[in-house]
């Protein structure tokens, strides 16, 4: 495995062109393996790897992490959500807060898990904080779609879901930070095919892979994007060709549209992004917690040190943050960036924190 | 979040099927591949399983896989 580490290495060495390169990846998992992994130091000088809003949780807008919290705080439910969510500052508090406080939390590992007890237990309202890109909204709308056979009154979802190529498109409009290259999502991929991101070599000529997760996968990923701009035949090229299939997984994008239409999204550092979100479509608006139980009116306040808008842009790197490691610690964090086991700023805490930049 | 885990499908059970990671055992709901079948390898992301792994392709890229899926060979 090392040597063929090093073979690779030493072929991009050799097709490394003589200017700056910035490859986005946009996948929290691609953020933790590069950062875990050291392969940034495995590059040469003028490779540069840059975090894109590639985590869930860290691309949430402060004001659904709010009107989360205004819900839970205003009606007496059981709430299901995946464990990342958790500790994410709203503008006065969190989930964590809540829970302290005696509101009913419970971690889950799978979607499912709400699903059940809201089964068994008709009696108690139950949500689900639903989050997530394209690999977990069909998890959704699976549970989604048995609530209704089941005929439940007592469960509901609260869709932050969001779907990755609308915001690389807006990434690519914005031009604030030049991108040579995408490491494209593996999960993702294996649900949505390669064919979502043609629209980025064709319309802007920019090289995407989409990689797996080891470090093999990853450097031999970075190695066909060079070769892709040395040659300069930008393409979508799928490296994870294990698990991801050109056309992804038709029935888990069938179940996503059958329960979810695509509405505009607000995401953290982007702001609002035309069809990148998925909502209710009517026929499911029954099981909408944002209909159910409304909230007064929301008034975020994003904390004036976070610069977790311009680090899931790549404008900026987690250790460039003024509170980075400072008043901002996985241990206290300010932003999603530092609480997520994906977010950049976490990665950058746990693994690169003492390296070079 | 996108942590997914590849398993082999031991039994099947309408929407369900028990699943084996490494000496693991447990039940995954696999509604979203319609397809699947005991013997596949598939990748398990917060209780569902979401793709089939080619184990062509898994032999082909990697000697982790080959690690991998001698270590659930029946022995
Ligand atoms: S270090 Fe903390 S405050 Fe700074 S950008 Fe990251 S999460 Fe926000």
Request: glycine share 8%; net charge positive.
């Given at each position: 495995m090392q040597k063929s580490l090093n073979k690779y290495i030493s072929d991009i060495k050799k097709i490394n062109p003589d200017r700056p390169i910035n490859i986005m990846e946009v996948c929290g998992t691609h953020t933790m393996a590069i950062s875990r992994n050291g392969l940034?130091?495995?590059?040469?000088?003028?490779i540069n790897l840059i975090s894109g809003p590639g985590c869930p949780v860290c691309v949430t807008s402060l004001k659904d992490i709010d009107w989360i919290l205004e819900i839970v705080k205003n009606y007496d439910m059981q709430i299901f959500t995946?464990?990342?969510?958790?500790?994410?500052?709203g503008s006065k508090n969190s989930l964590q807060d809540l829970k302290s406080s005696g509101k009913k939390i419970n971690v889950c590992y799978s979607p499912m898990d709400a699903l059940n007890f809201a089964i068994s237990n008709p009696k108690k309202l139950t949500l689900f904080i639903a989050i997530g890109f394209e690999t977990t909204a069909p998890l959704t709308a699976v549970i989604l779609k048995r609530a209704k056979e089941n005929n439940l009154n007592n469960f509901f979802v609260f869709s932050t879901h969001k779907v990755v190529p609308p915001a690389l498109e807006i990434l690519l409009e914005d031009r604030k930070v030049k991108i040579d290259g995408f490491l494209c999502p593996g999960h993702v991929s294996a649900i949505?095919?390669?064919?979502?991101?043609?629209?980025?070599?064709?319309?802007?000529e920019i090289p995407c892979v989409i990689s797996g997760f080891e470090p093999m996968d990853m450097v031999s990923s970075v190695h066909s994007i060079l070769k892709q701009i040395t040659d300069k035949k930008p393409e979508v090229e799928i490296q994870y060709k294990r698990v991801v299939k050109?056309?992804?997984?038709p029935e888990a994008i069938k179940q996503i549209y059958s329960v979810f239409e695509p509405s505009n999204a607000d995401w953290r550092g982007l702001g609002k992004i035309p069809g990148s979100g998925l909502c209710l479509k009517e026929s499911y608006q029954k099981f909408d917690s944002k209909t159910k139980f409304p909230v007064k009116s929301i008034k975020p306040k994003e904390?004036?040190?976070?610069d977790c808008g311009k680090i899931l842009k790549g404008?900026?790197?987690?250790?460039?943050?003024?509170?980075?490691?400072?008043?901002?610690?996985?241990?206290?964090?300010?932003g999603p960036c530092m609480v997520s086991s994906e977010g950049s700023c976490a990665a950058y805490y746990k693994y690169e924190r003492h390296g070079k930049d | 979040m996108c942590l997914a885990i590849p398993a082999k499908i031991i039994e099947i059970t309408k929407n369900t099927a028990k699943v084996e990671s490494l000496g693991v055992s447990k039940d995954v709901d696999i509604s979203l591949l319609p397809e699947a079948k005991v013997g596949d390898f598939v990748i398990v992301h917060a209780g569902f399983a979401i793709q089939v792994i080619d184990e062509e392709e898994a032999l082909k890229t990697h000697e982790y896989w080959k690690e991998y899926l001698d270590a659930e060979k029946p022995k």
């Open positions: 940034r130091q495995l590059f040469p000088e003028n995946f464990g990342d969510m958790l500790r994410v500052p949505i095919g390669s064919t979502p991101y043609n629209f980025i070599p064709e319309k802007y050109k056309n992804g997984n904390h004036p040190g976070c404008i900026k790197k987690p250790n460039q943050c003024k509170l980075f490691a400072k008043a901002c610690t996985p241990e206290y964090p300010i | -």
